[in-house]
């Protein structure tokens, strides 16, 4: 292989697991330039590992703004969930009307057919 | 607007960090999986406890994806008013972090992609805290130490594309699954923009005899 060809592998070696060709690792092996190229990916690397401990600091009242838009969200969520119960109990006593409403009318009627046929 | 001034080193590991999650640090008496099990119960002042366990280290990945302190408190808003709500969907087969993390990256992408914005250079580096952790290495640490600042301001001059996917995959180690379905891309397409912008840093940080720092050609 030539350079040009294994130096378009070395960014994903750092990857590991599947690793490069057989024909690369043994032209790394014995060529300096890509021995060095590979060596400052991996330098990289690490340098770029080390971000995850670099922090850059957050802006002053970051951390009660965040505090209050999960309140506030909290909020609406128990106003709403409030607001479907009441709904819900307000179509319940509807349906019980209702229900009641028809059983009384169904009684109505079924006594007065009862006299229709006395009297007939 | 640039990020804060300089503040006081300090240690992440007794700051909020994904290395005190992973160690079962304990914040304000408990676990953080108890934590995350009281938050899922409904438990709101468990929730908050995360939020302040873990908004330095979920802002740091906010700033270097949007590259800019307002966006990534935008961000970072969304973020946890997600995880909030989605708390319930949550069932722990990832650490809490990662899944902190995830829902971050999605955020910042759609902030980024909606503001169409392609802001650079702000993260500078006075803008960030020291690491003072301990190496092993004094060599390396003495090499790390010298190429960290290049490094963070060679990321944030990236485009934003290759950003996201260098600073998920490398810096917080998230897998290119993951990366893939929080970015909206293929994994085959966060593969190749990661090793394009491996080999961009790389060839600005790290030039070889006969490149150019630049990257290009000699």
């Keep these: 292989m030539r350079c040009e060809e294994v130096a378009e592998l070395l960014p994903d070696v750092l990857e590991g697991g599947a690793g490069a060709p057989a024909r690369a690792v043994r032209h790394v092996e014995t060529c300096l330039r890509c021995q060095a190229e590979l060596a400052q990916y991996r330098r990289l690397l690490r340098a770029l590992r080390q971000l995850r401990f670099q922090l850059p600091e957050p802006p002053a009242g970051l951390l009660s703004s965040l505090l209050g838009g999960v309140e506030a969200s909290a909020e609406r969520h128990a106003l709403r969930a409030a607001l479907l119960r009441r709904r819900v109990a307000y179509a319940a006593a509807l349906a019980v009307a209702g229900a009641a409403g028809a059983a009384g009318a169904a009684v109505l009627a079924g006594r007065s057919r009862d006299r229709i046929r006395l009297a007939g | 607007m640039g990020p804060a001034a300089h503040a006081a080193p300090r240690d992440p590991l007794t700051a909020s960090s994904p290395a005190r999650l992973a160690a079962g640090a304990r914040w304000g008496g408990e676990t953080p999986e108890a934590l995350v099990d009281a938050a899922r119960a409904g438990d709101r002042s468990a929730f908050e406890e995360l939020v ?17 302190e307002e966006d990534a408190s935008d ?13 319930r969907r949550f ?27 392609t802001r650079t250079s702000v993260l500078s580096p006075d803008a960030v805290v020291p690491d003072d952790r301990p190496e092993h290495d004094p060599e390396a640490r003495a090499s790390v130490n010298s190429d960290r600042a290049r490094v963070a301001a060679a990321v944030a001059d990236l485009p934003p594309r290759l950003r996201a996917v260098v600073v998920l995959r490398d810096v917080y180690d998230l897998p290119h699954e993951a990366i893939a379905a929080e970015l909206g891309i293929s994994e085959t397409a966060a593969k190749v923009r990661l090793h394009r912008a491996r080999k961009r840093l790389r060839e600005r940080l790290f030039p070889l005899r006969g490149e150019s720092a630049d ?3 000699p």
Excluded at chain 2, 57 to 62: F, G, K, N, R
Aim: proline share 0%; hydrophobic share 35%.
């Design chain 2, 75 to 87: 961000v970072l808003q969304e973020a946890y008013l997600r995880a909030y709500r989605g708390l």
């Design chain 2, 215 to 217: 990257g290009s050609d």
């Design chain 2, 52 to 68: 302040r366990a873990t908004y330095a280290d979920t802002y740091a990945l906010a700033f270097r994806m949007t590259g800019d």
């Design chain 2, 91 to 117: 069932r722990g087969d990832a650490a809490f972090s990662t899944w902190l993390y995830r829902i971050t990256a999605n955020c910042a992408s759609t902030h980024v992609t909606r503001r169409g914005r």
